[in-house]
Nanobody
Framework: VQLQASGGGLVQAGGSLRLSCAASTRTFSSYRMGWFRQAPGKEREFVAAISWSSSNTYYADSVKGRFIISRDNAKNTVYLQMNSLKPEDTAVYYC????????????????WGQGTQVTVSS
């Protein structure tokens, strides 16, 4: 699966951004999708994930209540709506496709996008 993430940028603390990730596959609806992020000098960490039919979503504690993951299977796209952004949200954000749970594990994702930079200024 080829994934193309977009929507990153520079935003002030308290602001919002929406990331998009377009997948080039005819079987997008068969993949669970996730977002991860990596800040300079840190490990790549789980942010959010969503099941095939959007019936289940998962969030890291650090973003729960502020970020919303969603998908549109007709458009082969997964989104990450990020609200109330904080400087500590600054990172490169990656979308990824998984074919097995649990979705919080990086190792369960076989395809990754190129990443999009999100910078939150204080």
């Amino acid at each position: 699966v080829q994934l193309q993430a977009s929507g990153g940028g520079l935003v002030q603390a308290g602001g919002s951004l929406r990331l998009s990730c377009a997948a080039s596959t005819r079987t997008f609806s068969s993949y669970r999708m996730g977002w991860f992020r990596q800040a300079p000098g840190k490990e790549r960490e789980f942010v959010a994930a969503i099941s095939w039919s959007s019936s289940n979503t998962y969030y890291a504690d650090s973003v729960k209540g502020r970020f919303i993951i969603s998908r549109d299977n007709a458009k082969n796209t997964v989104y990450l709506q990020m609200n109330s952004l904080k400087p500590e949200d600054t990172a490169v954000y990656y979308c990824a496709a998984s074919d097995r749970p649990p979705l919080t594990w990086k190792a369960n994702y076989g395809s990754w996008g190129q990443g999009t930079q999100v910078t939150v200024s204080s």
